[in-house]
Structure formats: structure tokens, C-alpha cells
């Protein structure tokens, strides 16, 4: 503290310091804060003082001022006292002597100012010795210790004998008497001093007296307690409380009973103050020590109750325990002693004093107090009285009567609340110290919950100010922490108490679910290890489950049911705990369980739901199987109880949504199966690939249709859980946020989840978010309104740019809303002007789309690069995307089936006997109803569908704009339309089949149906590879509808004609103008369209039989599927079947062991495929061949395994060529004019289209020319050269280049090294030069001589492969992406046909060919040929560049040695051989050269992975016409010695192979020559060629 008194007034004290001093002690006095006057002033003093003992100022100056202040104040002397006392002290510590004398000559001179009395009670004695106020020090201590003793511990003695009984007599008469009238304790008191006075009473044995009067007359407070408190008047205070604990003392031994009225005299006592709780609780037992060990103890006990209903008791363990527990209970039962505390405490509430309660239950540990009933009870009765006005006015239920209850007397009671502020005061901390023990009093219970919901009304109605809303606020926590601590632990306490479950609902429901979740979340973890008896309760509720649910079957479900709701009422929590724990391990419990949940009340269905969310939730469960592949069984458990429970009972579904939403959010989509099962359930939406064609069908139809046909079971009584649903999604506002969420998830699956995970759970869970985003998807358009649905769903270009939703799934959730929109469009347009004809009305729907679609057109360009709408219009792509199977075409057939089924019904409804009448007649309606509701529904759908194509037809001129090449514009058709949406679901599928054929159909400009089938034919690999399991369904859907069109087409001529005769998409040549009208000419005719059928079915072939050898899980499973699905159209030609069924069985054989899955699906194709092997047909029924086609049909049949997809015709062609023995030598010249012919036939329409997109070479020429735009200019003179070739060198070509290319298939593998070294410039030149010698049938012979050998050596290097077939594959993964560079750059993810096959110019081709396939055999040597094969090899060349295998080169170095002395030997005899069986051989060689090639076929795809194999198949078929075949056997063996080894080894060893592959060569002219003249130059060539080619290896 600063100083008051500065030192320039000590200095000048005389002249103005003194004055100065008087006046601030004046200020200071008057100061009217008393308490800081008078601190100011001992300071004053105290330094004034000290400057006197310092020696600053005189002691005289100093008295003198002190006398001047001494009256400003009247305890002036006592400060001054005080200041002394201070300095007493502080002077009598120093060692300066001078400083004490200065102090003792100060207080000498101010005696006169300080009465000696105060000074002696203050000052040390050896200071008033020094002072002479006392003589002796030591004789002032003696003295003032015997005074001391006499006060406060000598008894008064009160003389028994002069006491006289009539006192007491009189006393208690006194006390006794009739207190009702005018009897006053002032009266009494007088009368009872008298009476002590008159009789020597002892004044505390009166007071004992007037207590245990009172004890007995406990109505009489008013009297009693004045009269108490005016005699204590008379007493120490301290007598009252000894007294009362000596009461209490007298019945502490163990047989004493306190009576309840001593407990009631002490609580009054203590109310009114009259004696300290502190002084009193000390004389009661048992000691605070005691009671926290009872507590302790008690807690104990309670875990050992626990432990032992956990353990395993083994029977004849029982009995010895339950002797144990009856003894325990024994000692147990002798009376506890009487805890006085406790006594005390019930008396405080009964008469209201709830501050000295509050202060003993603080004492104790918690809820030990109210653990005892009686406390429990009588607290609860205080919290009655005190809430009763504020029940009285808000939480009275209407019509309710109720028992008033009236306030305690006493007015130092709690007030009475009468708002719900008032409670916050004592009600909540009352009921906090009550906690579970509210339990005792359900009717208190009911009261607090109705109180609270009557808050609850108030809090969430709005108007109130800001303060009362923060009032509030607090109020409302209050409130959820005694939920928490209070209502929910006595709920578990109650024996099962129904009603309280329901009225606690009442307020729980007005809080959001997070609160109640976070409250059960407590309860069910947190609050049941607070208190020994709840941990009881915990323990005896989980023991009656299991008893429950080890009973629990199907067939007691009621009574069990009872059971469960009976044991759910009071706690819910645990008990569902353990249901679900069970349920999760047993998943046959879900449908018994669910149908005994019946009994439960709405407060444990919202629990349900809570437990459901935190089983699901729970971190340390595995949400994998160990294998890494499935989805943990007891996810799929939950998710399955999920939706049927949700279904049958009203629970609140808003968490539970909410718990998938965030866990998507979070980037996980294993809980998206509660979402699917809860959809299916609710909704009765089923997503299933298991659907029949006919469910499909139906549902193509309106919404009666889908019901009554499109899904498995019957969709009944889902009306109100879908509305439920439907609710949660939009209160919640998580309908839109869910779609876009699954839709981001879906590529969040593969990218982010996907990393660690196995291909096949990534595959499954992508499959699950694909399909719960299309059922959610249908969910809500079929059960939002459209405004609901408008509102929420934002415009296309917004979900695709601003969300990143996948385009597919975009338009998925759009297309609902187009529908909508254009219907209620046309409504309007309808009722504004009431015109009925069918042109009006097809003129307004088309004005209706118009007005929608246009801002879509808009808003789609954004969704692509500018370049893209080149070739497609953006209103052609909104259309496509836009429409759904319902506006194309009506299921009529469905319509039937289901107007049929109901007669059926109705028929057999009159013919039932049994049933009365009235039912009869209700049955008979509701079919008449369904069946006018079918038909009204199906006229509907095809006045729509009419329109729809009114509307197609006037747009289609402007869809296909062909800015570049029709080419392009199929790609881009095929890459952003039909692929995405033919994978997106089953309907999709079909609609997207559809669709092109409606194209087609219309006559679409710039559309080429033709190129557009082949494109989707011809390589199917990627697409297949890159789905998962559903897509992989889903495409084969696609396929198969795909197929089934072009099966019609093939399977009639007049259908063809009619359909496709002069339709723009079957023109062969196309051209870069949007030019249609081409002549007849320039049509595919019918019999070269079934050569390209036949050449798609056998491009199926290659494309399977490639996957099935892969030994890739995915390849393999995803063609099953696909060939399942296509069954029916597919495989119609018996060898390709054949070659199928091989590799089938293969499959069966492998995987049998290793992986389970497959083997299933192999076995289950395997039979039906045989079921269809009656139906299939030989190929030359399948497309006309010339009249050699006995030989072609051998060829044909090699095709089938891997043989070349050539038209026939141009098989034939080769075939007949390889025919050439020496005497065929002449036929086959006459033949190959022959075929030259055909050829020139089919050079308008099949060359066309035996290109790589099924257009003839010229087409894929010019195709190609229109993709590769950007290709330099040489390719494109190259491509019109190609289309320009003479009809027949082309048909020939092709013809050869269908053996050819089975050659350079097979050479493709060899070759490959080689021919990246040449790029083969020369070989194109060669080639061409060959092709033009081909025309002279030498040559061809020659030619086909070649391709025998390198059919041979092919053959030959495929066994040699066989054993490095391993390590093939790892190459085959290189080498594809090799050949994908190479050839077509397919993106393995988009379904995007590899255009570039078809796009590259011929001799862009052949280079390609000869670096990726690098095989410079003859096989080139027509144009045509070479598109085909480039169609061909570039299918065959992705799976064969990657699988070109690399033989072990010790292997390869022994099979060399061999094979070059064995092929030496044999080639002579064979040769010889050859020529004899040839003939007979040409009869009977269809079926062997089926088996022939394709065993070899299969040899060589084990080794080199389909399609490698594939190719070289094909080159041995065709090549290998029946002649062929026979050489190939034999000299395949010899040549395969030779040739293959060479190439094999040209393949690894290029120094071995260099010589090898001379030496073969030469032995390979030799042959050929003997056999077939093989002086034709192009042969020599290309022997050259490969001996050359050889070398640079």
C-alpha cells in the first residue's frame, strides 16, 4: 500500500505536517465505507508510530497529535491498542535496543489514552511489566491459567439431595399441558425459571426434560422450538448439541433402535439453527470411514454376482455353491447396526430442510444415501411437493384428473417452483442426488418426463427473447443431463414398466435422433458401471437373453416374443446388444427375431436402431472375410435384419441414413449393403442380375406392369414403408446427397478404396455401390413428387461439372425428371387447346420436348470436348441418354402374360368350391381391376411410344452430323453413348440394343448399322475384361439382344430385305460426305451379310476362347458370364461350339481345386451349352459356300477353334488353294477362278465387310482413312488404293489373308522379334507383288504351300511353347500393352471398341502386322485379305502380341535338334502320305480338321494365351483346307519341327534360329515344291523373307 502519511510532513511536522496529519485522520474517519475507514486509519496510526520508534519524530509530538484524533472516532483507543500490539511484536524481535526504548516511551505517553485494561488484554506481559502496569510477568501468567481452568473445566455440581422430584413433577406438568389454547413459550419459560429457581432444578437435565417432551408432542414445533430457543438463552450453545448427542450415544450399542421421533426433534433443531449440523454429526455413527468401505464392499459383491452369472457352472459345481450362498445369506440377514446418519438425513427431507440433506448426502459416497428406500422414498416426495404448482399448470395430460398434493408446513422449506427456471434451483440437483432411485416412485418419474415435455413444447417454439432463448438453452441441457444421469438408469431399475418406456418416448422424440443417440450411447456404456445395482441389473438382464434367445425359433415366436418385450421395457440396450451379437453370428435367427420384436415399445425400437448403428459402427469388428474377397458375414447379417426390421416396424430411419452418408463421405462403401437391403425391403426394389427376360421385359412396361411382373416376389403392403422412407430421405435432406455420394464412390472404390484390397472385393464392392445407386436411384423417381423430385435434383451440367458425378449416373438421376417434365408439359399444352387429333397431339408432344430438352442440349455441351459434337449432335446424345426402354417399344407379349395370368386366376377362383362367396366376389374385382388397370396401361404406353417416335423420326436428320468419317462417328456413338449405359443396368442393356436397331430403323444418316455391329462383334476382350461380375451380365445382355437382331436377320432372306435390304446402314462403301444414296451395288447383299455373321460368331470365338486361357480369374469369370447370357443366339455353328466346349471343360478340370467359383460357373455353362449343342448347325448351313465346300468346311472348322473369321467364301478360296496336290494343280487353278468370281460377287458387299469392322476391306479402308484423320496422308492414298484393287485380286486376298492370317497369327508370336526389326518395309511390297501373282493359281499354290509350313512350324513352335506357357503370361501382360500401343489403343476401363484397328491404312497394317504380329507370310498378300486379317490380327494381335511366349531356351535348343532330324524323315513320307489320304481325307476332313486344328488350336492357346493361339489356329485353318490338314498333320509334325522350331527359336535364339529356321525353309521349299510346283515367286519370297527376318532375329 502506498504511504499516507509523506515524509515532508514528518520534516516540517511543527510549521504544517501536524495539521496536515489531523486532517486526513479527520477525512479518513468520516469515510462512510466503515471497513476501508477504518483499515486507512490503523494504517495512519501504525506509520506515525513507527516514525516514532524509528526516530524521526518525539514521542510528546506524537501523544500530543493522538490526543487531537483520539475522539474523531469511538474505537480510536482500540486502533491505537492495536497499532501498539503490532509494534509490540515487531520491536521485540529487533536487536537496535534504542527502537524498543522508543516504543515503550510512546505508549508511557499514551496511557492517558489507552485504558490499562485494553493494553493487558493486548500487550506481551514482559512488555506491561515494562510498562509498570503489572509487577510480575510471571505472576500475570500463573494467574490468568488458573482462571482459565476454573471457566472451562470445572463441573457445577448441583447437589442431588437439595433437588427436589415435585420440581420435575411440576416441570412435566408444566411441558404437558393442553398447548391449544392461549398458552404462549414465553408463559412456560417463565413458569419452568421459577420452577428451577423454587426447586434447585439442574438447568440441563430441564432442557433433556423439554426435548424428550417434545419428542413425544411433535405436533406442537410452534411451541417447542421458541420455547428452546429463549431458554438456550439461559445456556452455553454448545449444551443443546451435547444433549442431543448423548440421546444419540445412549442407543449405539448393536441392540439399540434410534427412534424415529429423536431423529425428528434433531432435524427440527438443526432447521431452525439452533444447534451445527458439523457439532452434531460427529456424535453419530457409524464414521464416514465405515460407510465407504460398506460401499466398496457393496460394489464388490455386485462384480462377483456378475462373474459368477457369466461362468460356466458345471452341475455338480451348482449345489456346493448354493450350500456357499445360503450360508452367505445367513450371516447377511443379522441386522445390520442402525446408521444414525442415514436417520437423520430421512427426517432433514421429510420435514424439507434440504441444505443440511444436500450437506450429509456430500458426506457420503454417491448415491450411497439414496440407495436406501426410505431416503429414496422421502426425497422423492420432497421433489413432488416442490414441482407440484408447475405440474399442475403445464404437465397435466388432458382429462387427466390427478391428486393434488399439498406443501409441507414448515416455511423454511424449498419454494415451491412454479416456471421452469425454478427448477433449475433445487428440483434438478434433488433429482441428481436421486439418480437411478427414482426408480422407487414411477408416478414422480411420469411427473418429470411430462415436465419435461411440456419444456420441450416451449423450447422449440420460436418468439421468445434472446436472453430467455440462452435461459433456455441452459435449460434444455439441464434437462438431457437428467435424462442421462436420472430418468433412463431408474427406467432400467423399474420391472419392466411398460408405460414409463412409452411416456419417456412422449419427450424423447422431440429431441433430434443425434441427442437420443448420444443419451442411449451413455446408457448403454457408461451408465450401467456407475452403481452396484445397476451393475446387477446389467448381469441378470444379459443371463435371461441368452435363456430367451436359446429358445427362440420359429415356431414359439409369440411366446418368446412376450418374453423379449417384456426384459426390452426396462433395458433395451443390453438386451438388443446381445440379440444382435447373436444375429450376426447366426443369421438364421434374423426372420425369428424380427417377428418376435412385436411387443416392443417405441422408445426400444428407436434403441433398436441406435444399437444397430453402433454394432455396425463398431471399430474392432473386421468388415472383411480372412480370404480378403467377401464381405464379413456378419456385416451382411445386420444389413439383411436392417431391412426386414426397418420394414415391419415404425423406426426411425434418419440415423441410421445418415451413418451411410457419412461413411461414403469418409470413402468407405462397405455399410452401402444396409442401404440396398434397407431400399429393397421398404420400397420393394430389387436390384438382381438374376432376372428372367421376361421380368425384364415386364419391366420395360408402365408401374402395374413392374408389380405385378418385374420382380421376384410379389410386392405387397410396401406403400407405407416406403412412405417412411421416403420421409427420413427428405426431412433429412439426404435423398440428393446419397446419389451423389454412391455416384462418387463408385470410382472411389477402384481408386482409393481399392488399393489394399483383393481385385475381387474391390470388383464386389463396386458392383454393390453400382447397384444401390441404381435401386436408390429408382426408389426415388418412382416416390418423389415431381416437384420434390425437380426441386432437389440439379440440371445436368451442374451434377456433372460441379458435383463429378459419372455421366451415366447423371443422366440416371435426370431422366426421371425429363419424363416428368415433358409429361406435364404436354398436359398443359393439351388442356390449352382441345384439339384430338392424332397430329395435334403428336405435334404438341413434340413441342412439350422441345420446350425440356433444349436447356439439356445446352447444358450437355459442357460435358464433352468441342470435338466430340463433330460427329454427334449434342441432341442426339440428350436423346439417347433421355430415353428409357418404356418410350421405344411396348412389351405387349408382357401385357398378355399378366391379362392371362389373372383369367387363369379368375377361372380357378369360379372353380373353387370352398371359398364363400363374398371372398369370391372381393378376389374376382380386385383381378377384374388389376386386368382393366393393365390393359388402360398398356394403351397408354403405346400412344407414347408412338409419339416417341414421331418425335425420333424428325430429329434423326440431325444426329449424326459426320464432320469426319462415319468411322469416327461410331466410335464416338459406341465410347459415350452405348457402352457407359449398356453396363449401367439390365434395362440399359436391352434399351441400348434397341436403340441401335431403332437408328438403324429410321434410316439414320450417316449411320452405319453394319459398322456399328462389327465394331460391337468383333473384339470383345477388353470390354469383357475390364467389367465386373454385373457388368460383365449386363454386357452380355447387351451382346445378347445385339446378337439376337442380327440372328433375325440372318435367319431369313426375306426378313433381311425387308429390314435391311435398302437401308443407308448397310451401304458397304462409305463415304466421307454424308452421301446415302448409294446404288444397288454398293449394298450388302444377303449371303456375303451371313459371311459377316458368320465372321462375328467366329470373332466371338477368338475373343472367348483367348479369355478362357488367360488363367486371369476376372478374364475368365466375365466371359462365363457373358456366354451364359448369349446362350441363346450364340454358339449356332457346331464347331465353334465345339472348339468352346474344349476349352470349357478345360476350365472344369483346372479349376476344380483351386478356385471354386469358376468351376461352378464353367460347369453350369458347360451344361447348358451341351443342352444347346442339338440346335447348333454345320457351317456351311450357316453361310453358302461354293461347291467345293466339302474342303471349305474343314477349313471353316479349323476356323472354329481359332480358324480365320474370313468370309467363307474367301475360306473356300484358300482352302482351295492349299488343295493343290500336283494333279489338283489345274482344278485349283479352274476353282480360284471360280473363287475369283465369288470373290468379284462378293467383292461388292462382303470385301466390304469382311473388314476389321465388318466392312469390306475398302470400307474398313476408308474407315480407317476417316478415324486416322489425323494419320498422315500416305495412309490415306493407301486406303484408296485399297478400296480401288480389282474385285477379285481383293477377294482373293481376302481369301488368302484369311489363311494368311492365320499364318501371321501364328507367325505374329514367332515373328514378332524379327519383323519390329524389319518394320517390314519390303515385306509390304512383297506382299503386294504376291497378291497381285495370286492370281495365277501357281502362285496361290505356292502361297498356300508357304502357309502350310508356316502352319507347321506354327504348330510346332506352339508345342515347344507349351512348356514356357507361364512365362508367357507375364509377357502376354507386356506385350499387350505393346500391342495396345501398336494396334488399338482400347482403354481397358471405357467400353470403347479399338477403333484404330479398322482405322490404320493398309500398309500401315501390314507394318503393324509385321512388328506387332511379325509374320511376313504370303498372308499378305491382297489388301482385302489384309484388312480382314488386320480386323482378325488386330484382335487376335493384342492377345497375341502380348503372348507371343518366350520359350526356354534350353528346351527350345533340344526340341530344335530334334525336330530338324525328325522333320527330315517324315517330311518325305508324309508327303507321300499325303497325297493318298488327301482325297479321302477332303470327305471326311470337316470333322477331323474340326478336331485337328482345334486340338492344336488348343495347344497353342494354353501356350500362348487365347488369342495368340487363336491366330494361329487361323492360320492353320484356313490354310489348312483338307489338304492343309493333312500336310499340317504330317508335316506339322516334320515342318513343326522345322519351322516352328525356327521360329520358336527365331522367337528366343536369334543366332540358333538363324540357322534353324535356313535349314528349315530349304526343307520347307523342298517340300513344297515336290508337292505343289513351288516355283511361284511370291512363295519364294516370303520363304526369303522369313529366312531373312530369321537372320536379323
Known amino acids: 500500500m502506498a504511504a499516507l502519511l509523506p515524509g515532508e510532513w514528518i520534516k516540517n511536522w511543527e510549521k504544517g505536517g501536524k495539521s496536515e496529519f489531523v486532517q486526513l485522520c479527520r477525512a479518513l474517519s468520516e469515510n462512510k465505507n466503515h471497513d476501508v475507514g477504518f483499515r486507512d486509519i490503523q494504517q495512519a496510526l501504525y506509520e506515525l508510530a513507527y516514525h516514532v520508534v524509528r526516530g ?105 439431595l437439595r433437588e427436589e422430584n415435585e420440581g420435575y413433577a411440576k416441570l412435566i406438568a408444566e411441558l404437558g399441558q393442553d398447548l391449544s389454547g392461549n398458552m404462549t413459550s414465553d408463559l412456560i419459560l417463565e413458569n419452568i425459571k421459577s420452577l428451577i429457581g423454587c426447586f434447585n432444578l439442574d438447568p440441563n437435565r430441564v432442557l433433556d426434560i423439554i426435548l424428550e417432551v417434545y419428542e413425544c408432542r411433535p405436533e406442537y414445533d410452534d411451541f417447542f422450538v421458541p420455547l428452546i430457543e429463549s431458554y438456550m438463552y439461559m445456556c ?81 459345481e451348482k449345489t456346493e455353491e448354493k450350500e456357499k450362498e445360503k450360508e452367505k445369506e445367513e450371516e447377511k440377514t443379522e441386522k445390520p447396526p442402525d446408521n444414525q446418519k442415514l436417520g437423520l438425513l430421512e427426517a432433514l427431507l421429510k420435514i424439507g ?187 441378470q438382464t444379459i443371463d435371461r437373453a441368452k435363456y430367451i434367445m436359446k429358445r427362440l425359433t420359429k415356431e414359439n415366436v409369440k411366446p418368446s416374443g412376450r418374453q423379449i418385450g417384456k426384459l426390452s421395457h426396462s433395458n433395451p440396450t443390453i438386451l438388443f446388444d446381445y440379440i444382435l451379437s447373436q444375429i450376426q453370428k447366426y443369421d438364421n435367427l434374423i426372420t425369428p427375431v424380427v417377428d418376435s420384436l ?113 420382380y421376384f416376389g410379389q410386392i405387397r403392403n410396401t406403400k407405407k414403408s416406403s412412405q417412411r422412407l421416403k420421409d427420413a430421405l427428405l426431412d433429412h435432406d439426404l435423398a440428393l446427397p446419397l446419389c451423389l455420394l454412391m455416384a462418387q464412390q463408385r470410382n472411389g472404390v477402384i481408386f482409393q478404396e481399392g488399393g489394399e484390397k483383393h481385385l475381387k472385393l474391390v470388383g464386389k464392392l463396386y458392383d454393390q455401390c453400382h447397384d444401390t445407386l441404381v435401386q436408390f436411384g429408382g ?66 408432344y413434340i413441342t412439350s420436348c422441345e420446350l425440356v430438352m433444349a436447356p439439356v442440349h445446352e447444358a450437355v455441351i459442357s460435358l464433352h470436348l468441342p470435338k466430340v459434337w463433330d460427329d454427334i449432335s449434342p441432341q442426339f446424345y440428350a ?222 470365338t477368338k475373343a472367348s476362347v483367348h479369355c478362357l486361357e488367360t488363367g486371369e480369374y476376372t478374364h475368365i469369370r466375365n466371359i462365363l458370364i457373358v456366354l451364359t447370357k448369349i446362350l441363346p443366339w450364340y454358339p449356332k455353328v457346331l464347331n465353334l461350339g465345339q472348339a468352346l466346349e474344349r476349352r470349357v471343360h478345360k476350365i472344369c478340370q483346372e479349376e476344380k481345386e483351386k478356385r471354386p467359383d469358376l468351376y461352378a460357373l464353367a460347369m453350369g455353362y458347360s451344361g447348358q451349352l451341351k443342352s444347346r449343342k442339338p440346335f447348333m448347325i454345320p457351317e456351311n448351313e450357316f453361310h453358302h459356300k461354293d461347291p467345293p465346300a466339302r474342303n471349305a468346311v474343314p477349313a471353316t472348322v479349323q476356323n472354329g477353334p481359332g480358324g480365320a473369321g474370313m468370309p467363307t467364301s474367301l475360306t473356300i478360296n484358300t482352302v482351295r488353294l492349299e488343295e493343290g496336290t500336283t494333279e489338283e494343280t489345274d482344278k485349283l487353278k479352274e476353282k480360284s477362278q471360280g473363287v475369283v468370281k465369288v470373290i468379284n460377287k462378293t467383292v461388292n458387299a462382303t470385301p466390304k465387310v469382311t473388314t476389321s469392322n465388318g466392312n469390306s476391306a475398302s470400307n474398313s479402308k476408308i474407315i480407317k482413312e476417316k478415324d486416322d484423320k489425323e494419320k498422315s496422308g500416305k495412309e490415306k492414298d493407301k486406303e484408296k488404293k485399297d478400296k480401288t484393287p480389282a474385285a477379285t485380286p481383293e477377294m482373293k486376298a481376302l481369301g488368302k489373308d484369311g489363311k ?135 484382335s487376335a494381335k493384342h492377345y497375341i502380341n502380348h503372348t507371343t511366349p518366350t520359350l526356354s531356351k534350353s528346351k527350345e535348343r533340344e526340341v530344335e535338334k530334334k525336330d530338324l532330324d525328325k522333320s527330315r524323315e517324315r517330311s518325305r513320307e508324309r508327303e507321300k502320305k499325303d497325297e493318298k489320304d488327301r482325297k479321302d481325307r477332303k470327305r471326311d476332313h470337316s470333322n477331323n480338321d474340326r478336331e485337328v486344328p482345334q486340338d492344336s488350336t488348343k495347344r497353342r492357346k494354353e501356350e500362348n494365351g487365347t488369342t495368340g493361339s487363336s491366330k494361329h489356329s487361323k492360320s492353320e485353318s484356313p490354310s489348312d483346307s483338307p489338304r492343309l490338314n493333312e500336310k499340317e498333320k504330317e508335316k506339322s509334325k516334320s515342318k513343326s519341327s522345322g519351322k516352328e522350331k525356327g521360329d520358336s527359336i527365331k522367337a528366343e535364339k536369334m543366332e540358333k534360329s538363324s540357322s534353324g529356321s535356313k535349314k528349315e525353309s530349304r526343307h520347307d521349299k523342298e517340300k513344297a515344291e515336290k508337292k505343289e510346283k513351288r516355283d511361284s515367286t511370291g512363295g519364294k519370297e516370303e520363304k526369303k523373307h522369313h529366312k531373312s527376318s530369321d537372320k536379323h532375329r
Open 1300 to 1434: 494368311e492370317k492365320l499364318k501371321e497369327e501364328r507367325a505374329n508370336k514367332e515373328e514378332k522379334p524379327r519383323e519390329i526389326k524389319e518394320k517390314t518395309p519390303k515385306s509390304d511390297k512383297e506382299k503386294e507383288k504376291v497378291k497381285k501373282e495370286e492370281k495365277a493359281s501357281k502362285e496361290e499354290k505356292s502361297k498356300t504351300v508357304v502357309t502350310i509350313i508356316e502352319s507347321k512350324s506354327t504348330a510346332e513352335k506352339e508345342r515347344e511353347k507349351e512348356p514356357s506357357r507361364e512365362r508367357d503370361l507375364s509377357k502376354e501382360m507386356k506385350s499387350k500393352e505393346n500391342a495396345k500401343g501398336g494396334e488399338k489403343v482400347p482403354v481397358a476401363g471405357s467400353l470403347k471398341s479399338p477403333v484404330p484397328r479398322s482405322e490404320t491404312s493398309e500398309s500401315e497394317r501390314e507394318q503393324k502386322r509385321r512388328k506387332v504380329d511379325t509374320h511376313s507370310s504370303p498372308s499378305h498378300s491382297s489388301t482385302v485379305k489384309d484388312n480382314l486379317n488386320e480386323l482378325k490380327d488386330s
Open 598 to 710: 412385436k411387443y416392443l415399445t417405441s422408445l426400444n425400437y428407436d434403441v433398436l436402431a441406435y444399437c444397430i448403428i453402433e454394432a455396425l459402427a463398431n471399430p474392432e469388428k473386421e468388415r472383411m472375410k480372412h480370404d480378403d474377397t467377401t464381405i464379413s458375414s456378419w456385416l451382411q447379417s445386420l444389413a439383411s435384419f436392417c431391412g426386414a426390421v426397418f420394414r415391419k416396424y415404425p423406426i426411425e430411419l434418419a440415423g441410421l441414413l445418415q451413418y451411410v452418408a457419412n461413411q461414403l463421405k469418409a470413402g468407405k462403401s462397405f455399410d452401402l449393403l444396409i442401404l440396398k437391403e434397407v431400399v429393397q425391403k421398404m420400397a420393394g426394389i430389387e436390384i438382381t442380375e438374376e432376372m428372367t427376360m421376361e421380368q425384364l421385359e415386364a419391366m420395360t412396361g408402365g408401374e402395374q406392369l413392374k408389380a405385378e411382373g418385374g
Open 879 to 1100: 436423346t439417347f441418354w433421355s430415353l428409357t426402354m418404356y418410350d421405344l417399344a411396348v412389351p405387349h407379349s408382357s401385357y398378355d402374360r399378366e391379362v392371362n395370368k389373372l383369367k387363369v386366376q379368375m377361372k380357378a377362383i369360379d372353380d373353387n368350391q370352398e371359398m364363400p362367396p363374398n371372398k369370391k366376389k372381393k378376389e374376382k374385382e380386385r383381378c377384374t381391376a388389376l386386368q382393366d388397370k393393365l390393359l388402360e396401361e398398356e394403351k397408354k404406353q403405346l400412344e407414347h411410344v408412338q409419339r416417341v417416335l414421331q418425335r425420333l423420326k424428325l430429329e434423326k436428320d440431325n444426329w449424326l452430323l459426320a464432320k469426319s468419317t462415319k468411322n469416327e462417328t461410331i466410335t464416338k456413338f459406341l465410347q459415350l453413348c452405348i457402352f457407359p449405359r449398356c453396363i449401367f443396368s439390365a434395362i440399359d442393356a436391352v434399351y441400348c440394343a434397341h436403340f441401335v436397331e431403332l437408328v438403324h430403323q429410321q434410316k439414320t444418316p450417316n449411320f452405319s448399322t453394319l459398322l456399328c455391329y462389327d465394331r460391337v462383334f468383333s473384339d470383345i476382350i477388353y470390354t469383357v475384361a475390364s467389367c465386373t461380375e454385373n457388368e460383365a451380365s449386363r454386357y452380355g445382355r447387351f451382346l445378347c439382344c445385339m446378337l439376337e437382331t442380327v440372328t433375325r436377320w440372318h435367319s431369313d432372306r426375306v426378313i433381311y430385305e425387308k429390314e435391311c435390304g435398302n437401308y443407308p446402314g448397310f451401304l458397304t462403301i462409305l463415304r466421307a460426305t454424308g452421301f446415302d444414296g448409294g446404288n444397288k451395288a454398293d449394298q450388302l447383299d444377303y449371303e456375303n451379310f451371313r459371311h459377316v455373321v458368320h465372321k462375328w460368331h467366329y470373332k466371338l
Open 236 to 316: 452455553e450453545p454448545q449444551t443443546l448439541c451435547h444433549i442431543l448427542g448423548f440421546k444419540f450415544k445412549f442407543y449405539q450399542d448393536p441392540s439399540g433402535e434410534t427412534p424415529s421421533s429423536l431423529y425428528r426433534v434433531a432435524a427440527v433443531l438443526l432447521q431452525h439453527n439452533l444447534i451445527d449440523l458439523e457439532d452434531l454429526y460427529v456424535h453419530l455413527l457409524p464414521g464416514d470411514n465405515a460407510i465407504t468401505e460398506e460401499h466398496r464392499r457393496e460394489i464388490v459383491e455386485a462384480k462377483q454376482i456378475v462373474r459368477k452369472l457369466t461362468m460356466v457352472v458345471l452341475s455338480s
Open 353 to 539: 430442510d434440504w441444505h443440511h440433506a444436500q450437506s450429509i448426502m456430500d458426506q457420503m459416497p454417491p448415491f450411497y444415501a439414496t440407495s436406501h428406500k426410505p431416503i429414496a422414498v422421502a426425497l422423492c416426495q420432497l421433489v413432488h411437493v416442490t414441482i407440484e404448482p408447475l405440474y399442475r399448470r403445464v404437465g397435466v395430460p388432458k382429462g387427466a384428473k390427478g391428486s393434488p398434493i399439498s406443501s409441507l408446513p414448515n416455511k423454511r422449506a424449498p419454494k415451491q417452483a412454479e416456471s421452469f427456471e425454478e427448477l433449475r434451483k433445487e428440483v434438478f440437483s434433488m433429482l441428481c442426488y436421486l439418480g437411478p432411485h427414482l426408480s422407487h416412485d414411477p408416478i414422480l418419474f411420469a411427473k418429470v418426463v411430462r415436465l419435461g415435455k411440456a419444456f420441450m413444447k416451449e423450447f422449440q417454439s420460436d418468439g421468445s427473447k434472446q436472453e430467455d432463448k440462452e435461459k433456455m438453452e441452459t435449460l434444455f441441457s439441464c434437462l438431457l443431463s437428467i435424462t442421462d444421469q436420472v430418468l433412463l438408469p431408474s427406467l432400467s431399475l423399474m420391472d419392466c414398466n411398460a408405460c414409463m418406456s412409452e411416456e419417456l418416448w412422449g419427450m424423447f422424440k422431440t429431441f433430434p435422433y443425434q441427442y437420443r443417440y448420444r443419451l442411449y450411447g451413455q446408457w448403454k456404456n457408461e451408465t450401467y458401471n456407475s452403481h452396484p445395482l445397476l451393475v446387477k441389473v446389467k448381469a
Open 56 to 160: 524521526n519524530l518525539k514521542h510528546d509530538q506524537a501523544s500530543n497529535v493522538l490526543g487531537d484524533v483520539i475522539e474523531f472516532r469511538e474505537d480510536m483507543p482500540s486502533i491505537l491498542a492495536d497499532v501498539f500490539c503490532i509494534l509490540d511484536i515487531e520491536t521485540s524481535c529487533l536487536e537496535e535496543k534504542n527502537k524498543r526504548d522508543h516504543f515503550t516511551q510512546l505508549v508511557l505517553a499514551c496511557l492517558y489514552l489507552v485504558s490499562d485494561t485494553v493494553l493487558k488484554e493486548r500487550l506481551d506481559p514482559e512488555t506491561l511489566e515494562s510498562l509498570g502496569l503489572i509487577k510480575q510477568s510471571q505472576q500475570f501468567n500463573q494467574k490468568s491459567v488458573k482462571i482459565k481452568t476454573k471457566l472451562f473445566y470445572k463441573q457445577q455440581k448441583f447437589n442431588l
Open 779 to 844: 426408389f426415388l423417381a418412382s416416390n418423389l413428387s415431381t416437384e420434390d423430385y425437380i426441386k432437389r435434383v440439379p440440371s445436368i451440367d451442374v451434377l456433372c461439372n460441379e458435383f463429378h458425378t459419372p455421366h451415366d449416373a447423371a443422366f440416371f438421376l435426370s431422366r426421371p425428371m425429363y419424363a416428368h417434365h415433358i409429361s406435364s408439359k404436354y398436359d398443359e399444352l393439351k388442356k390449352a387447346e382441345k384439339g384430338n387429333k392424332q397430329q395435334h397431339k403428336v405435334h404438341k
